[in-house]
């Protein structure tokens, strides 16, 4: 048979976790639909001088491959 202070503890943390729960969901009814906030304006073109278009002629330089920069740990 459980003790009598084990059942009060029991109930009380019973009483103390429905109010909670009641709480939480009271503010978040109360809180209602979300404010939409206004939209951004879209953003401006940028200027021509600042686009880089690719010159699919010019092939790409060897030195400056990634492959190149390969290093491995030497201490192992």
């Known amino acids: 048979m459980l003790s009598r202070r084990l059942i009060w503890?029991?109930?009380?943390?019973g009483?103390?976790?429905?109010?909670?729960?009641i709480v939480t969901l009271r503010a978040a009814e109360q809180?209602?639909?979300?404010?939409?906030?206004?939209?951004?304006?879209?953003?401006?073109?940028?200027?021509?001088s600042a686009t880089i278009v690719d010159d699919p002629t010019t092939a790409p330089d060897p030195s400056q491959s990634a492959d190149n920069n390969v290093s491995f740990p030497n201490d192992i």
């Open 9 to 13: 503890v029991i109930a009380a943390s």
């Open 15 to 21: 009483v103390v976790l429905s109010g909670a729960a």
């Open 31 to 48: 809180a209602g639909p979300p404010t939409t906030t206004p939209a951004h304006p879209a953003p401006s073109a940028p200027e021509e």
